[in-house]
């Protein structure tokens, strides 16, 4: 690398670096970026709520209830030396790696397995912001942009108002690599080489490895349409193909350890996929808005739904793109940006044709708001650069363009800053105001100004417009996240130290919301009803004890009380945790023959489930019946004659398994648990008849059953629970999650890794042709 280059990059990192410190700067003191108050909010963490609160803060609970949970536990698994393929501790068993956003295998996500969780969590922050930054800096300079300005475009990228406002999230995380896309896509078509196809491979596969499903597919899309438009009348074109399909394949080979389990798990999923609605138009006002670390802005700019903030001093320099040579990356640049506030906000001939295209029509296509802000601020980049080429010789004629484009761009900002100003009431600190947009809108237009009449010399544009830009996104998003001390990230509580912590596995089961989805997981307690997109099977199962929302398994005090059958006993449930602000927690009182009131801590009742059944029960062979139709299936586990203790109802038959007896009395074999981790089970089974053995977790593909070490066949039992036929005698049974679509991803993903790395080492030069 060349000095200049070196002073180059160490100047963009450094710059970068600083505007995250001072976004970040609690964390040098030994504070996390974490809203803890979404914690002491609920009823049985209210009493440890430290003295000085978390400042107010946009609506990002889902840091707490599921990405802080989902790290803890893989760091979990990593210190057992073990792959968390399987999630013991939710919605009664469910895949863990297959759920997209635990995002097991994305590098940055290793920090966890190797630093506590909460220092990786903080790093991760630092390095989402640097990544994004240094990402797009290189995309901008390799479609010529001026080292400034790709510096400046980089600042208002990685700090805009969608990266700021879903940050710690998945979908951040597979947003940083938009502008590693672009940039890989247009070196491949100048340098196409296996170098550079390796380049581009890495930068394809790393959303989808990211785990947000939908922001990759937006930055593939995007990526592909740049090579459309570029390739016609390229030099490279006739090469370029064959090398861009490669690098396709190569993308979804590496991360296919990560894709091949989740289409698998796609088909078991709870699927209810709405049409979601664009946003209201109204709410493009958000890329104005700077009052951006509440839950809503006075104006009703709702956060992070909304947010979209891209800078004022975008609105100045972006038109001025227009004047940049590279006139076909500024076209797609535009009008690929344009398409997406088309959809984003419900206007114009694209969003009408995305509507009626299947699959694309039931993404939340308002997410676009990120592609929206990468092909402004990259605009940004090229209409500073055209400015800078301005020399005092230049003819007033293209002077008075620039002028032109910037008056206009002036005067978009200018009203929309005044329309968020009529809808604006509350008073909020000056670097939050309207007025304080209007102050930098009109600082970058002055600069810009002087730039153009030729007062202002390269040196002192260049500087001006970073200090604008630094300004501008330090007070934005100074604040944006809360942060707070490591002990008050899930402390300890009285209601979960005094859950006994019986030698053999069990589960809790949450009513009224005592606590937050997930927190048991942080506790090492396994829970019936949580947060999370749940498999059909469970939907299915519990359907009419839990709430009916899409992304969630929640039971109810009126579903579990009224219910007369055994299907919550079922799933090990052994203690109900019931919080006292439901209207009904008196009425587990009132069935001491189901519930036996244990304690109560901080507003909440634990009840033990005298019915609840263990981890893994017998049921005797002759006690099983063939129920080929799951809707039947499931009729007769809402039956309240139904008892699993004596009958068990298969899918379908099972091998030397007895006929069934309506007489059966239960098991009298024995069930010891020898040892248990993420991925497996092992159990000592004594069976003094044929017995079926039933696993209290939910059926899904890729268990693997040994009975003696011998394989042993897994049949669904009770619409919902794996099953084998133990024969009669002392046996060591054994389960392990095994999943084919692991296996083969893996394999497909360790291939392509040893091909991108051999690609990469290739010492080719440009081609020249």
């Not at 100045?316 to 640049?333: G, S």
């Not at 002759?622 to 309240?640: C, F, I, S, T, Y």
């Not at 398994?657 to 007489?663: E, K, L, V």
Request: charge should be neutral.
């Amino acid at each position: 690398m060349k000095p200049a280059d070196r002073s180059f990059w160490l100047a963009a990192f450094g710059i970068t670096f600083l505007l995250a410190s001072i976004e970040y700067a609690p964390a040098f003191v030994g504070q996390i970026p974490f809203p803890s108050d979404f914690i002491f909010d609920f009823p049985a963490y209210a009493k440890y709520a430290p003295p000085e609160y978390p400042t107010p803060h946009t609506n990002i609970g889902d840091l707490v209830t599921s990405f802080y949970p989902y790290h803890a536990l893989a760091a979990r698994a990593a210190r057992e030396w073990t792959l968390p393929l399987w999630n013991p501790y939710m919605l009664a068993g469910a895949p863990f790696l297959a759920n997209t956003q635990s995002a097991v295998f994305y590098p940055p996500n290793f920090l966890y397995y190797v630093l506590p969780v909460p220092l990786a969590w903080t790093i991760g922050f630092f390095l989402r912001r640097i990544l994004a930054a240094l990402f797009m800096t290189m995309f901008v300079r390799r479609i010529g942009g001026s080292p400034a300005a790709a510096i400046i475009s980089g600042l208002l990228f990685s700090f805009c108002g969608f990266l700021t406002g879903w940050q710690g999230q998945a979908m951040h995380d597979a947003a940083i690599w938009l502008p590693l896309v672009c940039y890989s896509t247009v070196r491949l078509l100048e340098e196409t080489n296996a170098r550079s196809a390796a380049i581009a491979a890495v930068a394809y596969a790393m959303p989808v490895l990211a785990g947000h499903p939908e922001t990759a597919a937006h930055i593939t899309l995007t990526g592909v349409a740049l090579a459309a438009v570029l390739l016609p009348g390229s030099a490279n074109a006739r090469r370029f193909v064959p090398w861009f399909a490669a690098c396709g394949m190569l993308a979804m080979g590496l991360a296919s350890v990560q894709m091949l389990p989740t289409m698998e798990w796609l088909q078991n999923i709870h699927h209810l996929l709405p049409i979601w609605p664009p946003l209201p138009l109204w709410t493009v006002l958000a890329t104005v808005a700077r009052d951006i670390i509440h839950r809503s802005s006075s104006a009703g700019v709702l956060y992070p739904e909304h947010a979209a903030y891209l800078g004022m001093l975008t609105f100045i320099a972006a038109p001025l793109a227009l004047l940049h040579p590279r006139r076909r990356i500024v076209l797609f640049l535009v009008l690929w940006t344009a398409g997406a506030i088309s959809v984003v906000y419900g206007v114009g001939p694209v969003f009408w044709m995305i509507r009626y295209v299947p699959v694309l029509n039931t993404a939340k296509n308002e997410r676009l708001i990120l592609v929206a802000s990468f092909g402004a601020a990259a605009l940004a980049g090229l209409g500073i650069t055209s400015l800078e080429q301005l020399r005092k010789s230049e003819d007033w004629r293209r002077r008075a363009e620039a002028a032109v484009l910037a008056a206009g761009g002036f005067f978009v900002g200018f009203l929309m800053v005044y329309v968020l100003h009529l809808f604006s009431s509350e008073l909020v600190e000056f670097v939050r105001m309207n007025r304080f947009s209007l102050f930098l809108l009109t600082a970058a237009a002055v600069a810009v100004g002087l730039k153009i009449i030729g007062i202002l010399g390269d040196r002192a544009f260049r500087a001006v417009l970073l200090l604008v830009a630094a300004v501008d996104l330090a007070t934005i998003n100074r604040g944006a996240i809360p942060f707070t001390r490591p002990q008050d990230v899930f402390p300890p509580i009285e209601l979960f130290d005094r859950v006994p912590r019986d030698p053999q596995p069990f589960r809790v089961a949450q009513v009224g919301t005592p606590y937050g989805a997930n927190f048991e997981v942080m506790y090492g307690l396994s829970g019936v009803s949580n947060y999370e997109i749940g498999l059909e099977r469970i939907k299915s199962f519990l359907q009419d004890i839990s709430r009916d929302e899409m992304d969630s398994v929640m039971l109810t005090a009126k579903g579990v009380l009224e219910s007369k059958d055994r299907r919550v006993d079922m799933l090990n449930a052994k203690y109900y945790i019931v919080s006292e602000w439901d209207p009904q927690y008196l009425k587990f009182r009132e069935q001491p023959e189901r519930f036996r009131f244990l304690y109560t801590a901080d507003d909440t009742d634990v009840y033990e489930n005298l019915n609840a059944m263990p981890a893994a029960f017998l049921v005797p062979a002759a006690g099983a019946v063939v129920v080929p139709d799951e809707a039947a299936q499931l009729g007769r586990m809402k039956e309240p004659s139904f008892d699993p203790e004596r009958e068990v109802v298969l899918a379908k038959p099972i091998s030397s398994a007895t006929a069934a007896s309506p007489d059966s009395a239960p098991a009298a074999g024995k069930v010891e648990w020898v040892s248990r981790n993420t991925n497996s089970f092992q159990l000592n089974v004594t069976a003094t008849q044929p017995d079926i053995l039933v696993i209290s977790q939910i059926d899904y593909p890729g268990w693997k059953a040994r009975i003696d070490g011998q394989p042993a066949e897994i049949v669904r039992a009770n619409y919902a629970l794996p099953a084998v036929l133990v024969p009669q005698g002392e046996h060591r049974v054994s389960f392990s999650f095994e999943p084919l679509s692991f296996w083969i991803g893996l394999l497909l993903s360790t291939i392509s890794l040893s091909v991108t790395v051999l690609m990469f080492r290739r010492s080719r030069k440009p081609n020249q042709s």
